[in-house]
Nanobody, 118 residues
């Protein structure tokens, strides 16, 4: 079983910054995708940014140039540096893990709340 532990959420003013971190533990496959999705009230969950253990990344258009995803440990950790935060970034952010092995499902963290408000 895989467990994802998130940290770094909180309250920040518009234009401010936060850094989210996630660590995976358990039966981890070294070849995987990790990253972040988010869900705001009344909206569906959406991709924010993901990065493979091989180094390639994908960002939502709404966060390009403001957010940076990194893999401090290429196989079991991921961080999201969020700069120039906007009120529309307010959401619960969920860590995401997907082993690149046939037959295995994605795993989600419990979520950490990011609130961007004056």
């Amino acid at each position: 079983q895989v467990q994802l532990v998130e940290s770094g959420g909180g309250l920040v003013q518009p234009g401010g910054s936060l850094r989210l971190s996630c660590a995976a533990s358990g039966n981890i496959f070294s070849t995987n995708v990790m990253g972040w999705y988010r869900q705001a009230p009344g909206k569906e969950r959406e991709l924010v940014a993901v990065r493979t253990s091989g180094g390639s990344a994908n960002y939502a258009d709404s966060v390009k140039g403001r957010f940076t995803i990194s893999r401090d440990n290429a196989w079991n950790t991921v961080s999201l540096q969020m700069n120039s935060l906007k009120p529309d970034d307010t959401a619960v952010y969920y860590c995401y893990y997907y082993p690149q092995v046939a037959g295995y499902r994605e795993v989600w963290g419990q979520g950490t709340l990011v609130t961007v408000s004056s």
